[in-house]
Nanobody, 121 residues
């Protein structure tokens, strides 16, 4: 089992950048596929990005390709989401997720508590 804690959310103007972090507990972080999902008000939770165990493969939703970058540091048990050129439609609660398999759009069993990202126009 893994516990996840996100940080780094906040308020930013359109065109700005934020970097989210997700710290994982336990010694088995490198065995999990890590991902980010988000949920905007009144909408369903949606896939944002995923990264495989080694960090060698990444997957992105079309809406964030070219603007967001997912990365991980297995020595620090942390996964990151660098978000550039943010848009008002990126406003959402962002959730860190851990999975056992690489299925890009499917969330795994483990979730963080979420961090709010608000982009003003």
């Amino acid at each position: 089992q893994v516990q996840l804690v996100e940080s780094g959310g906040g308020l930013v103007q359109a065109g700005g950048s934020l970097r989210l972090s997700c710290a994982a507990s336990g010694r088995t972080f490198s065995t999990y596929v890590m991902g980010w999902f988000r949920q905007a008000p009144g909408k369903e939770r949606e896939f944002v990005a995923k990264i495989n165990w080694s960090g060698g493969s990444t997957y992105y939703a079309d809406s964030v390709k070219g603007r967001f970058t997912i990365s991980r540091d297995n020595a620090k048990n942390t996964v990151y989401l660098q978000m550039n050129n943010l848009r008002p439609e990126d406003t959402a609660i962002y959730y860190c997720n851990a999975d056992r398999a690489v299925v890009p759009n499917r969330p795994g069993a483990y979730w963080g508590q979420g961090t709010q990202v608000t982009v003003s126009s």
